[in-house]
């Protein structure tokens, strides 16, 4: 059967592909009356990006901003990334994380080696990592891996003398996803870059088990870093303790209130912010969750609350509501090739090759 979204009368050049259902923020919103501040962003210069714990507020808005500039502006013609090669390799299967990464150094003329598939590699012939990573020295200026084994990023940067980005490592951490989930959060919401009234702040829902989930992981630690506009996240997960003793510390330190509980129906209609994620990773596969953990057009959101879901979903998050005001996940999963496109430019020292005229840089 053809979906009743297949349109035959409507050419396709008359629709803007950025323009999906649901929320489409501005970038321009996160910019307006506002500089960059580049001498920020040049911290990033050959480093590796490999956890949220590396970010400060400040860098972390500098970043965003950056990647509206990038999103608002044609810069493509000035060649940023040209003659620069960036490996991507990925041990794990990926829609989103590979091809933004792809797209964002391609629309910057740069060029890509990828690995989409690791057992391609000569690991099927049982070669270590860290030899593999020796070789990436050579063959590229920058590597994005994603592996599923959380203790990968140690095996390959054993040899690695280029800086390299952690594009999800088992349960480990997943920080460039949770600077795209903050770039949609801050493009819809501008105002969360100051410091908000008391009565302003943001009651934050995070569906999953931060402790076990990459995404969630690193979407936490992130938050943590806005807590002066949060005034309370609340973890809804099957287990009982979804945060485990690191992240309980982090949690503590940033004297954020937090409560757990087991049902999204206790707190959904209070909450501001949805991050939702599959429930469970289990090796290749998910496991799929009951209605507790749900949501679908009977949910009882917040008029003006918003979805995010790092995606893939199954049917935790049910598609009717993508046509809705609530859905913040398409713009989410968009903006993560300016994002990319942001790290790489900071990364690989190319400001001076942004057109001047578009960006003034002091
Ligand atoms: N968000 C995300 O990591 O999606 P993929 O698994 O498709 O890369």
Redo the contacts with the bound molecule.
């Keep these: 059967m053809v979906s009743d979204k297949f349109r035959p009368e409507e050419s396709t050049l008359d629709r803007d592909p950025l323009e999906s259902e649901g929320l489409n923020p501005d970038p321009e919103r996160l910019i307006k009356e506002d500089t960059i501040n580049f001498e920020v962003l040049k911290k990033l210069t050959g480093q590796s990006v490999l956890s949220v714990n590396q970010f400060d507020k400040e860098l972390v808005l500098e970043i965003c901003k950056f990647a509206a500039l990038l999103e608002s502006k044609e810069i493509a013609q000035s060649h940023p990334l040209d003659g620069k090669i960036v490996i991507t390799a990925f041990f794990e299967?990926?829609?989103?994380?590979?091809l933004s990464f792809e797209s964002a150094v391609l629309r910057l003329d740069g060029k890509i080696i990828s690995i989409p598939e690791g057992g391609t590699t000569g690991q099927a012939k049982g070669e270590s990592l860290s030899d593999i990573g020796e070789m990436f020295n050579a063959y590229g200026d920058c590597v994005v891996i994603r592996h599923k084994d959380t203790s990968a990023l140690g095996e390959i940067m054993h040899n690695l003398r280029i800086p390299l980005i952690n594009a999800?490592n088992g349960t480990g951490e997943?920080p460039t996803?949770s600077l795209a989930d903050w770039f949609a959060i801050l493009k819809w919401k501008p105002e969360l870059k100051e410091t908000l009234n008391a009565a302003d702040r943001m009651h934050l829902g995070i569906l999953g088990t931060p402790g076990s989930m990459r995404?969630v992981n690193s979407f936490l630690r992130m938050s943590l870093l806005f807590n002066q506009n949060i005034k309370q996240i609340s973890i809804v997960s099957e287990m009982a303790d979804p945060l485990g003793e690191e992240l309980t510390n982090k949690v503590k330190e940033s004297g954020m209130d937090i409560i757990i509980t087991n049902d999204v129906n206790d707190v959904v209609s209070d909450l501001d912010i949805i991050y939702m994620n599959s429930i469970a990773f289990l090796g290749d596969s998910y496991k799929s969750l009951d209605s507790r953990f749900k949501l679908d057009e009977k949910t009882k959101l917040k008029d003006d609350a918003v979805v995010l879901h790092?995606?893939?979903r199954l049917d935790e998050l049910d598609p009717m509501l993508d046509g809705t005001h609530h859905n913040l996940y398409f713009t989410q999963a968009h903006g993560a090739v300016f994002i990319r496109q942001a790290l790489f430019v900071s990364i690989l020292n190319r400001f001076n090759r942004l057109p001047k005229e578009e960006i003034p840089i002091k």
């Design positions: 299967a990926s829609t989103r994380t590979r999800g997943h996803q995404a790092p995606l893939a």
